[in-house]
């Protein structure tokens, strides 16, 4: 009994369409319907929630460009902060007392601003990046001085 062999490649050779139908059919880009997340917005709400997760709500709209260099964050600590916390500091060696003196450095407290509220008792020698006026003025009233 004979058995009809099944070929085992099929080419397509001599198809003018190779599976796709008419000839009209798959002819170019504009058939395939998009690329990578191509209609995610017209009447596909729902479609944002699955961008949003994939990749953040900065996805859509207008980005900017933000110079790293022009900005900096302000971190400011008031007087009576450093005039409470005095001796805790200068038991963790933040503080150094020297030549009547206590010397801060802001930068050592995680801070870049000295701001004014409070009542200096002590003599400091503050290095601050940025100070207000009156943060000055009372440094200077109690006999020290701040460094910039």
Request: aromatic share 8%.
């Amino acid at each position: 009994m004979t058995t009809n062999k099944k070929r085992k490649v099929v080419k397509y050779r001599g198809s003018q369409t190779h599976g796709g139908g008419s000839k009209k059919k798959r002819r170019g880009k504009g058939h395939k319907g998009g690329k990578g997340l191509a209609g995610s917005g017209k009447r596909a709400h729902h479609n944002k929630q699955r961008i949003f997760k994939l990749y953040g709500k900065d996805y859509f709209g207008k980005k900017g460009f933000h110079n790293p260099n022009v900005k900096v964050k302000i971190k400011a600590v008031n007087i009576s902060y450093i005039e409470e916390n005095l001796p805790k500091l200068l038991q963790e060696k933040i503080i150094a007392e020297k030549e009547g003196f206590f010397h801060v450095e802001l930068k050592k407290l995680g801070y870049n601003k000295l701001l004014s509220a409070g009542k200096p008792t002590k003599k400091y020698k503050i290095v601050a990046h940025f100070s207000t006026k009156k943060a000055q003025e009372k440094i200077k009233s109690a006999g020290g001085e701040i460094v910039s």
